[in-house]
């Protein structure tokens, strides 16, 4: 095993690790004593559902998120410029995408250590993916704003670029407040403009649906209140 920082993706909530990481992973996970993880508690599960031999109290974590002091980061990649191999592990799907992993990543680099990514699942580029969108010219824009105002705003700069650049827009919302978004999008965008709407993915409630803003305003379709949910735009 070459000793490296591995970014481990990880389920985007379903249990059966197998159905979605090839095998090679598990004998990399296991070689590893120390992980960057957004959350300590989640990648304790994670790697159990690896491997339930796991002994968690032999791993060292350093936790990485919003909260995370950036003068505490310039430590954590000691272990690996010391010949130890390390894991980043995010809250879902793959590290660094969307994910404050990519900080560490960035120091990696700089420092010329070696980064190794893993196969695993992400649910941008599945809903894109699934979406039947243009796949050669997207964008990911992250979250949108949650006051009402600049998130039509924002959806209108979206929609131009969708109709003068051919370009897949592609965003994300807090679970919580994805029924607003769906409401924003259906009452700012035109009627010819296509959405797609991927939830739950990978998992047994998996929900990913194409139809222009006219058609999902006729049908009844899902609530994805409170559901890991990625929404793409297209003409």
Sequence with gaps: METALYLIPVTLGGSDVKAVLPDSNHDIIMGIKFFIVENIRSARRFLKLVDKSVDIDSLTFYELNEHTDPRDITEYLNPLKEGNSMGIISEAGCPAIADPGSLVVA??????????????????????????????????????????????????????KIWKENQTQIFIEAPYRNMQMMESIL?????????????????????????????????????????????????
């Design 107 to 160: 120091m990696a680099q700089k420092k010329n250590l070696r980064v190794i990514p893993l196969v695993g699942p992400s649910s941008i580029i599945l809903s894109l993916m699934a979406s039947g969108f243009n796949g050669q010219n997207f964008a990911f824009n992250g979250y949108l704003s949650a006051k009402p105002a600049e998130r039509k705003t924002k959806l209108h700069q979206l929609e131009n």
């Design 187 to 235: 009452s700012t965008c035109r009627g010819d403009t296509k959405l797609c709407i991927a939830t739950a993915l990978t998992c047994p409630d998996e929900y990913i649906h194409t139809h222009t803003v006219s058609e999902w305003k006729k049908i009844s379709h899902r609530d994805i209140q409170k559901i890991p949910t990625i929404f793409l735009l297209y003409k």
